[in-house]
C-alpha cells in the first residue's frame, strides 16, 4: 500500500507540474499587455513601459516561468497585481469559505445519493426508481444556474425566505450566517445527488444479481444485512472515486455558484482574477484547484484499498 500511495504521489507532483507549466503558457500568451490593461486607458506609454519592467514581462517566458515557480517552491505566491496584496493572504481566506461550502455539500449529498441509488435498485423499473430516475435525469440536465436563478427567485423574491446573495467579506465565518449557505449549498446538493445516486444504482443493481448475493439470500439473512453487508461495500469502489473527483470540483470548480450567490470563494476569485487580467492570481487558483482534483483523487483511491483487500495485495 505504501508503494501504491508513493506512486499516486510522485504522478500528482508531475500533473501539478505540468499544469503549471500550461497554465503559465496560456495565461501568458492570451491578446493584449498585461500592463496596458492595468493601468487602463490613462496610463501614459512611459508608465507601460515601467510597470512592464517592473513585472519582468520584457524577459524570455522560459526565465518568467523560473522565476514564478521558484518563488512559489519558497513559499511565496506572489502579489495580486489588481489588489497590491500578497496572494496568499487573499487565498487562504477564500480557500477556506470554499472548503466550509464543499464540506457542507459533501456531508449532505454523499450518504443521501447512497442512500437514493440503494433505494432505487432495490425494484429497477419499479415506480420508486422511475421517478427517482426521472428526476436525476432532470437536475443533472439543467445548469447550475439555471437552479440558482430559479431558487433565488422562488425562495428571495417570490417567497423571501432565505437570503438570495451572501454578500460575505473573504475574511468572514461562513458559520455565522448560516442562512447564506442554504441556496448555494442546496444547488450544489442537487447537482451531486443526480450523478452519484446513478452510479450507486447501477452498481447496486449487478451487485444485487450476483452470485455471493443470492448465495446469502438462500442462507435466510435479512434483506438489510444483505443489501448493507453484502452489495453495499462493492458498490462503495465506483461510488468513492466519483466523490473523490466532487472534491476538485467542489473547491475550484464551483464558479457559476460562487458568483451567482456573491460568496467569497475560490471561485469568485478566479472569476475577478481573469476579468482583470490579475495573472499571478489566475496562476496559483488554477494550481489549487488541480491539487484539490489530485488530492481529492488520492484519497479516494485510499479509501478502495481500505474497502476492497484484493487492491491491498495488489499495492
Given at each position: 500500500?505504501?508503494?501504491?500511495?508513493?506512486?499516486?504521489?510522485?504522478?500528482?507532483?508531475?500533473?501539478?507540474?505540468?499544469?503549471?507549466?500550461?497554465?503559465?503558457?496560456?495565461?501568458?500568451?492570451?491578446?493584449?499587455?498585461?500592463?496596458?490593461?492595468?493601468?487602463?486607458?490613462?496610463?501614459?506609454?512611459?508608465?507601460?513601459?515601467?510597470?512592464?519592467?517592473?513585472?519582468?514581462?520584457?524577459?524570455?517566458?522560459?526565465?518568467?516561468?523560473?522565476?514564478?515557480?521558484?518563488?512559489?517552491?519558497?513559499?511565496?505566491?506572489?502579489?495580486?497585481?489588481?489588489?497590491?496584496?500578497?496572494?496568499?493572504?487573499?487565498?487562504?481566506?477564500?480557500?477556506?469559505?470554499?472548503?466550509?461550502?464543499?464540506?457542507?455539500?459533501?456531508?449532505?449529498?454523499?450518504?443521501?445519493?447512497?442512500?437514493?441509488?440503494?433505494?432505487?435498485?432495490?425494484?429497477?423499473?419499479?415506480?420508486?426508481?422511475?421517478?427517482?430516475?426521472?428526476?436525476?435525469?432532470?437536475?443533472?440536465?439543467?445548469?447550475?444556474?439555471?437552479t440558482g436563478l430559479t431558487a433565488i427567485l422562488v425562495f428571495s423574491i417570490l417567497w423571501p425566505v432565505l437570503p438570495g446573495s451572501s454578500?460575505?467579506?473573504?475574511?468572514?465565518?461562513?458559520?455565522?450566517?448560516?442562512?447564506?449557505?442554504?441556496?448555494?449549498?442546496?444547488?450544489?446538493?442537487?447537482?451531486?445527488?443526480?450523478h452519484l445516486s446513478q452510479i450507486t444504482r447501477g452498481g447496486m443493481i449487478v451487485a444485487l444479481d450476483s452470485a455471493y448475493v443470492r448465495?446469502?439470500?438462500?442462507?435466510?439473512?435479512?434483506?438489510?444485512?444483505?443489501?448493507?453487508?453484502?452489495?453495499?461495500?462493492?458498490?462503495?469502489?465506483?461510488?468513492?472515486?466519483?466523490?473523490?473527483?466532487?472534491?476538485?470540483?467542489?473547491?475550484?470548480?464551483?464558479?457559476v455558484v460562487e458568483t451567482l450567490f456573491a460568496y467569497a470563494g475560490v471561485g469568485e476569485m478566479l472569476v475577478n482574477a481573469v476579468s482583470?487580467?490579475?495573472?499571478?492570481?489566475?496562476?496559483?487558483?488554477?494550481?489549487?484547484?488541480?491539487?484539490?482534483?489530485?488530492?481529492?483523487?488520492?484519497?479516494?483511491?485510499?479509501?478502495?484499498?481500505?474497502?476492497?483487500?484484493?487492491?491491498?495485495?495488489?499495492?
Amino acid at each position: 500500500m505504501t508503494a501504491l500511495l508513493l506512486r499516486r504521489v510522485g504522478l500528482l507532483v508531475l500533473v501539478l507540474f505540468i499544469v503549471s507549466v500550461l497554465t503559465f503558457c496560456i495565461v501568458n500568451v492570451l491578446p493584449g499587455d498585461v500592463a496596458q490593461a492595468i493601468l487602463g486607458d490613462l496610463g501614459t506609454p512611459e508608465q507601460v513601459v515601467a510597470l512592464r519592467e517592473r513585472m519582468g514581462l520584457n524577459l524570455p517566458l522560459v526565465q518568467r516561468y523560473q522565476h514564478w515557480i521558484g518563488g512559489l517552491l519558497q513559499g511565496d505566491l506572489g502579489t495580486s497585481l489588481t489588489y497590491q496584496q500578497p496572494i496568499a493572504g487573499m487565498l487562504f481566506g477564500r480557500l477556506g469559505n470554499s472548503a466550509i461550502l464543499a464540506g457542507i455539500t459533501l456531508a449532505i449529498a454523499a450518504p443521501l445519493a447512497i442512500g437514493i441509488g440503494v433505494v432505487a435498485a432495490l425494484k429497477p423499473g419499479g415506480w420508486v426508481d422511475r421517478v427517482i430516475s426521472g428526476l436525476a435525469v432532470l437536475c443533472f440536465s439543467l445548469p447550475e444556474y439555471v437552479t440558482g436563478l430559479t431558487a433565488i427567485l422562488v425562495f428571495s423574491i417570490l417567497w423571501p425566505v432565505l437570503p438570495g446573495s451572501s454578500l460575505m467579506e473573504p475574511d468572514a465565518n461562513p458559520l455565522s450566517h448560516p442562512e447564506a449557505l442554504v441556496l448555494p449549498v442546496a444547488v450544489l446538493v442537487l447537482g451531486m445527488l443526480a450523478h452519484l445516486s446513478q452510479i450507486t444504482r447501477g452498481g447496486m443493481i449487478v451487485a444485487l444479481d450476483s452470485a455471493y448475493v443470492r448465495t446469502a439470500v438462500l442462507k435466510g439473512l435479512p434483506g438489510w444485512v444483505v443489501v448493507l453487508k453484502h452489495a453495499l461495500p462493492n458498490v462503495m469502489l465506483p461510488t468513492l472515486t466519483e466523490i473523490g473527483m466532487h472534491i476538485g470540483y467542489l473547491l475550484g470548480g464551483i464558479v457559476v455558484v460562487e458568483t451567482l450567490f456573491a460568496y467569497a470563494g475560490v471561485g469568485e476569485m478566479l472569476v475577478n482574477a481573469v476579468s482583470h487580467r490579475d495573472i499571478p492570481v489566475v496562476q496559483i487558483t488554477v494550481l489549487v484547484v488541480a491539487l484539490a482534483y489530485g488530492v481529492g483523487n488520492l484519497l479516494a483511491d485510499v479509501a478502495c484499498i481500505l474497502l476492497d483487500p484484493r487492491l491491498r495485495n495488489q499495492s
